[in-house]
């Protein structure tokens, strides 16, 4: 059993690494709030290749699959995209551009430093910080803050850190939640490490006598601190080790003020255009006549994927099953190579519970695109919903094994969930002999809600709006204009999805909106969603839906989860 994980592990790594290097043509247009940017520049980044819009904002070069395209013109932001397998088609949008004029300050460089001053990086920035765990990098996903830029006025040192680091958010006890994860509620708050002693509760310190603070927020820095940081870590270095363990009490409330506006249209009360071929589906009075409408339609339809996936789930939704996949069957064949298209077929398929089916198309994508996160991802996924256990780990484990660190977000908090998933509920069922790190209480790994988006287009470009039972809205953007180093991060590593926690669901109902942004091409994006109540927990269930995405710039009602199906 042993030498066979090796040599399948070392089959991964291998393929992890491999890419086509050829190069395809991209075309599509260039504008600017709805106007033809005409003679702007498109490069191939680090290459001499380029070109230049046409009259009517149109281009087209020849690209390579992993290589960068930067779309440039006079007074306009500069746009650059990564270029896939898959990528023939790329209609940007190109914004107008903001100077702002911030104040400069001229410093010589003096060659004569102390090895004090040595041990720092660009801005005075310390490239290590001495912990309660030993040194750690102060690079990656963590945070780092200056004691000087500190609050000074503020009532304790959590109120001076916050605003200062991004998604952190502060109660009124003092305690630090750290929303990097994207647990939409997180009931659990990050500990404190200071001056290499640690506190579950926060104690009160003279904020002018803080040195430097450094946010851990990524698993791989964490996880040395075992289960007692699963909210994250603060580590603070004081300038005189002057502190006293006095929690400070405040009456005022420091969250959410905004109030939702209930703006939001219902998916069914949209607006769309219906196409004929599903229009002449409604009108058919048979089975038999609905399929030959099919047959009929596929002449001028062969290379729409949603024509599949809309007439499939015809077939499904009247329990002809065997039609649905004669359908999925002909879209299998006209999309063999492409995996965007084969991503909406196997989306198909789970959503109406045919897991085989699924697990088929995976394995077909992880040949596609073997050195993306997600095949490794979906195909692990895939076989644990098929009850392959085994297999499921060692995707898993191809995907740790082929990963410099973790950073707690995005494909990695994903897969990390998923392993502590399967490991506890079947490890009686796999051979982990690997280290990896759990607490011993399965209890903290719980949550009430655990939402898991996947888009099959890398391209697409969204707000997800969270509302909570109080009304409040919590909004999550997924834009190349602002999430630019997500969106780079998910081309680098090859991944189109996101999860959710909601620990404490409340009394009332959370609803979920959805803005679509569109995806630069002329095809809609499939946006499969998998709701998991009572994560891991007894009871826990899952439901998979699949939304075709087509009307841009209207906000979505797209879900909405029912306390009643808590604790069901």
Sequence with gaps: MRIGVLWFLTLLSVSFGLFAQSTQEVTGYVTSLGTPVVSAKVTVVGTEVMTATDSRGYYTIDVAPRQELQFSYVGLETVTIIIEDVTRTLNVKMLPEVNDLDEVTVTTKNKNQSDFQEEFGPNGKPRKMPTAMGYISTGGSSAYVKGASLNQAAVDLARAIDGRAAGLEVNSEGEIYIRAGNSINNNIPAIWDID??????????????????????????????????????IVVRTKGAYFSQRKEKVNKTYGNQRIYSDDAIAMESLITVTPEYQKDLESSNTLEEAFSIYEKSLVNNARDVAFYADVAQYFYDKNATDKAHSVLSEMETAFETNAEALKVLAYTYEANADREKALSVYKKIFRLRPQYAQSYRDLGNSFAAAENYQKAWLMYMGYMNNTDSLSGTGIDAIVYREMEALYFQHKDKIDADAKFSLPENKSELAYDVRLVFEWNTSEAE???????????????NHSLEQSPERIRDEKLKGYTSEEFLIDDLGSGDWLVNLKYYGNKQFQPTFLKVTTYYNWQQPNQREMVEVFKLTRQNIKMQLLKLYNRNFRY
Excluded: C, W
């Design 196 to 233: 290499g002693t640690i506190y579950t509760e926060p104690p009160f310190i003279d904020i002018a006598n803080v040195q430097d603070i450094l946010i851990l927020k990524s698993l791989s820095q964490t996880n040395r601190y075992g289960s007692l940081a699963s909210g994250g870590v």
């Design 462 to 476: 969204f707000d997800l709006e969270f509302v909570n039972p109080q009304n409040q809205p919590y909004v999550v």
